[in-house]
Structure formats: C-alpha cells, structure tokens
C-alpha cells in the first residue's frame, strides 16, 4: 500500500484507484498528452499525463484570486475498449486541453466489470469502456496562483507510472 502524501496540501496518498473514485475530481485538470499503449495483453491502456488540481485554496483578502495545491500526474485506464472521442478545435486556435468532469457509468450491457467512462472537456470529450484506473502522483504538489504548471515545472509531458515519495 502506498503511504506517500502530502499534508500540506491534504493529498493523502501517491497512488489513487477507482476504488477512490468518489474522493476524486478532475474539474479544470488540463491534460498535457495522450497516449494508447499496447500492454502485451489484448486490450491496451488509455493513459493522459495531466496537471491534477489537488486543492483549490481560497483567497485571503487582500488576495482575490485562488490559488491550487496542483500535482503532475499520470492516469491510466486499464483494459480499454470501445474508444471514440471527439476534439472540437476551431478558428486555428488549438486550447488548452482542460477536463469538465469525469464519469463512471453503468453500462446497460450488464458488464459491470467494464464501466463505460466518459471524459467530458472544454474542447474535446472521450468515451470508452475500461476496468478499473490508477493514478500516480508524480510528484509532491505545489502552491501555485493558476491551474497548471509550466512545462519546466512539471518535467515535460510524461507517461511514468510510479508515485513520488
């Protein structure tokens, strides 16, 4: 079991799972890459490198703005079937690629063991079936006065899976 967290910014573990599922929230998590990979079974991983908003704080006046606890993160969708997405980029401009909500839904097939997840973004949605997720904190969570980290910040865009420590 993994015991590494952070209690500054109440992250309670490196390593999450759809077990966690209702602790969780994506809302404003922006998604810096995307990525199928071929596991060596039948079916592969979905797996997003993204900037995890772990805690929004609240201003304290004279301050007017939030700020966020955010943590560079790796979510990994086990035994993916049945992808189909839709990116809606227009007018040349290409947005950040930002997650509205995140869903787990029962499927009317009645194949509970494969949920059917639904990835709702400001510009883009996904949906596919899938086993389970786990999510690796990469590293420890920083205060910072906007939603995402720079690119230098976070070390890139990266598909590692191992919690920080």
């Known amino acids: 079991m993994d015991n590494s967290g952070h209690q500054e910014s109440g992250l309670s573990k490196s390593v999450w799972s759809d077990a966690d599922f209702e602790e969780m929230g994506w809302h404003d ?8 990979q071929a596991t060596g079974k039948i079916l592969p991983h979905l797996v997003l490198d993204l900037d995890y908003i772990v805690r929004w704080v609240n201003p304290v006046p004279p301050e007017t703005h939030f700020s966020f606890w955010v943590s560079p993160a790796t979510l990994v969708f086990e035994d993916v079937w049945d992808l189909e997405g839709d990116l809606a980029f227009k007018g040349g401009w290409i947005p950040d690629l930002e997650i ?11 194949r509970q063991d494969q949920p059917l997840w639904h990835i709702e973004g400001h510009a883009f949605e996904l949906k596919f079936r899938a086993s389970g997720y786990r999510q690796y904190f990469r590293q420890a969570p920083t205060l910072i006065s906007q939603q995402a980290m720079s690119h230098a910040e976070r070390g890139g865009c990266v598909f590692t899976e191992v919690g920080f420590s």
């Open 29 to 36: 998590a922006t998604v810096h890459g995307l990525s199928v």
């Open 100 to 110: 509205d909500s995140l869903h787990r839904l029962v499927p009317d097939d009645g």
